[in-house]
């Protein structure tokens, strides 16, 4: 038999001795996925294969050198979740750091190597979700259940970012922007408080005061003295940027919002650390709660501007 052949069949052999030891010997989550990738693997190969002229030794070849990699990647390497395109160059680049640490060749495998890999990692996630739901108490349901979590997770905060500030908000905030800006003064949070206690519809004010009569004026005369506080040079940025901004998008999306509006805004400032945030809960103690409630109670109004007295008749 060619040399070349004995080394690859040696090579499928040893990997695949390796996930015999661990089938019997790991915990059942680890003999889960080591099912879950061998089964990922032998279907890479076949749709790979049925592409290309290969023979069956490529194919136990190619076998081999999946399993050996898969045996030496890391967790992190193969995600429970079906993989982006855009992220593919450096899926890419890690599989083939991968293959170049276990002394292989990206270049000479018996099949295309990225269509491999690709076919592979979806196969994972495929096998993954079959697997985990397939029967009571799955020990892959878990990881499985958390990685798509977490992965709704992250396009809720995509989406979420997505969703600006209404009109009014809009321009106080450019207010506040521009007056910083002018004054060479960085925008902080005080700045964004302020801003919002000005909106013409008195949103966030009647928050204010639905905590405690006067308590919005009394806030907005301690907002102007820190207007005088020295603080760092204006530095440019997009309200997205912000913190708080970003926590008010979320409570927008929650809460089928299609526009942040001030008591969101005020709530994205009252669930953000920050000094100024500190400072609320010092002076207000258990009434920040009244006031959290208060906005809360607040982030669905919309005003009607209804058209007044137009009438389609013939004169």
Same mark, same amino acid.
């Given at each position: 038999?060619?040399?070349?052949?004995?080394?690859?069949?040696?090579?499928?052999?040893?990997?695949?001795?390796?996930?015999?030891?661990?089938?019997?010997?790991?915990?059942? &989550?680890?003999?889960?996925?080591?099912?879950?990738?061998?089964?990922?693997?032998?279907?890479?190969?076949?749709?790979?294969?049925?592409?290309? !002229?290969?023979?069956?030794?490529?194919?136990?070849?190619?076998?081999?050198?999946?399993?050996?990699?898969?045996?030496?990647?890391?967790?992190?390497?193969?995600?429970?979740?079906?993989?982006?395109?855009?992220?593919?160059?450096?899926?890419?680049?890690?599989?083939?750091?991968?293959?170049?640490?276990?002394?292989?060749?990206?270049?000479?495998?018996?099949?295309?190597?990225?269509?491999?890999?690709?076919?592979?990692?979806?196969?994972?996630?495929?096998?993954?979700?079959?697997?985990?739901? *397939?029967?009571?108490?799955?020990?892959?349901?878990?990881?499985?259940?958390?990685?798509?979590?977490?992965?709704?997770?992250?396009?809720?905060?995509?989406?979420?970012?997505?969703?600006?500030?209404?009109? &009014?908000?809009?321009?106080?905030?450019?207010?506040?922007?521009?007056?910083?800006?002018?004054?060479?003064?960085?925008?902080?949070?005080?700045?964004?408080?302020?801003?919002?206690?000005?909106?013409? *519809?008195?949103?966030?004010?009647?928050?204010?005061?639905?905590?405690?009569?006067?308590?919005?004026? &009394?806030?907005?005369?301690?907002?102007?003295?820190?207007? *005088?506080?020295?603080? !760092?040079?204006?530095?440019?940025?997009?309200?997205?940027?912000?913190?708080?901004?970003?926590?008010?998008?979320?409570?927008?999306?929650?809460?089928?919002?299609?526009?942040?509006?001030?008591?969101?805004?005020?709530?994205?400032?009252? *669930?953000?650390?920050?000094?100024?945030?500190?400072?609320?809960?010092?002076?207000?103690?258990?009434?920040?709660?009244?006031?959290?409630?208060?906005?809360?109670?607040?982030?669905?109004?919309?005003?009607?501007?209804?058209?007044?007295?137009?009438?389609?008749?013939?004169?």
């Amino acid at each position: 038999m060619d040399p070349v052949v004995v080394r690859a069949v040696g090579t499928a052999g040893s990997a695949l001795s390796r996930y015999a030891v661990r089938a019997t010997l790991g915990s059942a &989550r680890r003999r889960a996925l080591d099912g879950v990738y061998r089964r990922a693997i032998q279907r890479a190969v076949d749709e790979v294969s049925a592409d290309e !002229g290969t023979t069956g030794l490529d194919l136990v070849h190619a076998v081999g050198l999946l399993e050996q990699m898969v045996s030496a990647a890391a967790e992190g390497d193969l995600p429970l979740l079906e993989p982006e395109e855009a992220g593919k160059d450096a899926t890419m680049r890690r599989w083939r750091e991968i293959a170049t640490e276990q002394g292989l060749d990206s270049q000479t495998f018996p099949l295309p190597f990225e269509k491999l890999i690709d076919r592979m990692l979806r196969g994972v996630a495929e096998e993954a979700l079959h697997t985990a739901v *397939d029967g009571d108490g799955n020990p892959l349901f878990p990881a499985v259940a958390a990685a798509h979590l977490a992965d709704l997770r992250h396009s809720m905060r995509t989406l979420a970012r997505t969703i600006p500030p209404d009109g &009014r908000v809009r321009e106080v905030l450019r207010a506040a922007y521009e007056a910083c800006r002018d004054r060479d003064r960085m925008l902080l949070t005080p700045d964004v408080l302020l801003a919002l206690l000005h909106l013409p *519809d008195d949103s966030v004010t009647a928050c204010f005061e639905a905590v405690r009569s006067g308590l919005s004026l &009394r806030i907005i005369r301690a907002l102007r003295r820190f207007q *005088d506080t020295p603080v !760092g040079a204006f530095r440019p940025f997009e309200w997205v940027e912000r913190p708080e901004m970003r926590q008010a998008q979320m409570y927008a999306w929650v809460h089928g919002a299609i526009t942040v509006n001030g008591p969101l805004l005020l709530l994205g400032i009252l *669930d953000t650390p920050s000094n100024t945030r500190d400072a609320l809960v010092a002076n207000l103690g258990e009434s920040i709660e009244d006031l959290r409630h208060a906005a809360m109670s607040r982030i669905s109004v919309v005003v009607q501007q209804r058209t007044p007295g137009i009438a389609f008749e013939d004169e």
